[in-house]
């Protein structure tokens, strides 16, 4: 096997050397990771990633889901469950097991970042396959055992400037704090060559008083700052101190998940939903209404303290309940919905939209509002930009599809720049080469029908890779 140098780029050979060039002047930047889910404790630790099932197939729900769809377990693929009944345990069992399946993958973005990490971070340049696969067990198994492939040596060797991690604000900040005091060569504090691994504020399990344990939440809230949050005024002042501390920790942005993009501005409502939530009497209509209320009040705190506000709504998450009660959250049970986002924006954009110290960056799972909803938004408000394609639709065709939909209506610098969205640690830099060949070839077509020139799309090309996401995602003084 081998990686072609010219993968994802144009079929016609004229743009294909126009994308070439362009990549050229990117491939070789930086990292700027400002949305993503990896274990801060995988820095603070340092310690050898543990065997190659546990470190690419169990926790990869993009890969489990795939191979449940096939009729292949949780519990086959050792991902543990939540009753404590047996997964299986043997790694070298479950990595077998999965490279009997790797050909479901042939062709998908999961194969290209797999293939991608195998060859240009571990050095194996075969395909994976159940011939394969204990030549592979053990080469991996060599390689994290050797010093250089420790988290913190992998971060300098992948040319991370900024690795963000997503924390709730009931979540412990010490492996940041130990981040921060860590020293590093030169006697100045860790961080890679020049890099830093920060925290964002994420919320939601704040925010749904149906989800499970939330009052234990919002008391375990009380005793980390030495609030009061028995009444709404409370909740909304320890939420406030929360993200100072996050703030001390290096946090830019906050994240939001919410189901829909729906937003009020009434905190006369929202305090009393939060009482009657705190009772129990909160029925179903007014724990659904709980988090578009929130997300108003979040805008406001933005506006006062600086942080940038990322909403990624339209997730019908743990659709699979069998899957849900037997292994929790986040292990592929999750549908896109449709999602609308005029009309439900619109009171918050009302209170905050045109205030030079909001910012907003918006996602969606829900292609068909590109063009009709999102681009309109981010070039009709100077405060709303337009996230990259993420989870669902983190994939070349669809980048491809979402830079058609959007650059027409919203240009280049309404959007925020790529976002890797993982938790997976070892794919990062296999999922920026894959949106920095995409960018390269669309640009390469502008080039190549005289709607740009050569040296535009190269400064359109860095931009995007690099300065837009320190830039909109306020990293540029990190």
């Known amino acids: 096997m081998s990686l072609n140098p010219d993968r994802l780029f144009p079929a016609d050979e004229r743009t294909r050397a126009i994308a070439r ?5 990117t491939a ?178 704040m925010v749904e008083p149906g989800w499970p344990g939330w009052h234990e939440r919002v008391e375990r809230l009380a005793e980390i700052t030495g609030l009061d949050t028995s009444t709404f005024d409370g909740f909304l002042a320890a939420l406030r101190q929360r993200r100072q501390d996050f703030i001390a920790a290096g946090a ?79 292990v592929g049970g999750d549908i896109p919905n449709p999602t609308e986002y005029t009309k439900s924006l619109k009171p918050l954009l009302d209170a905050f939209g045109n205030d030079p110290r909001f910012r907003l960056v918006l996602y969606t799972l829900d292609e068909t509002v590109f063009s009709r909803e999102i681009a309109p938004l981010a070039g009709g408000y100077a405060s709303v930009f337009i996230g990259a394609p993420w989870w669902f639709l983190d994939s070349p065709e669809g980048m491809r599809r979402f830079r058609e939909a959007v650059h027409e209506t919203a240009g280049f610098y309404n959007t925020a720049g790529f976002v890797d969205d993982t938790r997976a640690f070892c794919s990062i830099p296999a999922r920026h080469d894959v949106a920095r060949r995409i960018d390269a070839a669309y640009l390469a077509r502008l080039v190549a029908e005289h709607r740009m020139t050569e040296q535009e799309a190269a400064e359109v090309a860095i931009d995007l890779a690099y300065n837009q996401p320190r830039k909109i995602y306020g990293l540029e003084a990190q």
Not at 267 to 276: D, F, L, R, V
Not at 281 to 304: G, H, N, Q, Y
């Open 28 to 205: 070789d930047l930086p990292l700027v990771s400002p949305h993503g889910h990896v274990d801060p404790r995988l820095m603070s630790e340092n310690q050898p990633f543990p065997d190659p099932a546990r470190l690419f197939v169990v926790p990869d729900h993009y890969l489990t889901r795939m191979l449940y769809s096939q009729g292949v377990t949780p519990a086959e693929m050792g991902v543990p469950s939540i009753d404590e009944t047996p997964s299986e345990a043997d790694g070298r069992t479950i990595w077998r097991r999965f490279a009997e399946h790797y050909r479901l993958f042939r062709g998908t973005p999961s194969k290209m970042w797999l293939d991608y990490t195998f060859a240009e971070v571990f050095g194996i340049y075969k395909e994976l396959g159940p011939d394969t696969a204990d030549e592979f067990y053990d080469h991996l198994s060599a390689r994290l055992a050797e010093p250089a492939y420790r988290p913190r040596a992998l971060f300098d060797r992948f040319n991370i400037e900024v690795l963000a991690t997503t924390e709730s604000p009931v979540d412990s900040l010490e492996p940041h704090a130990a981040l921060a005091g860590m020293p590093a060569a030169g006697g100045r504090q860790w961080g890679g060559k020049g890099g830093k691994v920060v925290t964002t504020f994420r919320p939601d399990n």
């Open 21 to 25: 060039e362009i990549h050229q002047r």
């Open 252 to 330: 830019t942005c906050t994240d939001h998940g919410n189901l829909t993009a729906a937003t009020e501005d009434d905190p006369k409502a929202a305090a009393e939903i939060y009482a009657k939530a705190l009772k129990g009497e909160a029925d179903e209509t007014e724990i659904l209404r709980f988090p578009a209320l929130m997300l108003t009040e979040f805008a406001r705190m933005s506006v006062d303290d600086g942080l940038v506000m990322q909403l990624h709504p339209g997730s019908n998450r743990n659709h699979n309940q069998w899957l849900y009660r037997g292994w929790g959250r986040d």
